[in-house]
């Protein structure tokens, strides 16, 4: 079966893409998944104000 291509905003072959996919190789899942979340709660959750941010969750970093 053929694989579905995903819409993007850019190309796979562009020289920053390429860069960041080559740093994300050489890290850990946790520090991924810490920068992501980081990244997700600096950039992008300010853009939703209307969202309650959990806080009986404890932190894991």
Same mark, same amino acid.
């Given at each position: 079966m053929a694989?579905? &291509?995903?819409? /993007?905003?850019?190309?796979a072959d562009a020289p920053?893409?390429?860069?960041?996919?080559? &740093?994300?190789? /050489?890290q850990s899942k946790s520090t991924v998944a810490n920068w992501t979340l980081d990244y997700a709660e600096t950039k992008i959750l300010p853009l939703f104000p209307s969202i309650i941010?959990?806080?009986?969750?404890?932190s894991t970093r």
């Open positions: 694989k579905n &291509l995903r819409k /993007t905003y850019g190309k920053l893409t390429v860069a960041l996919m080559r &740093l994300i190789e /050489t941010r959990m806080t009986s969750v404890p």
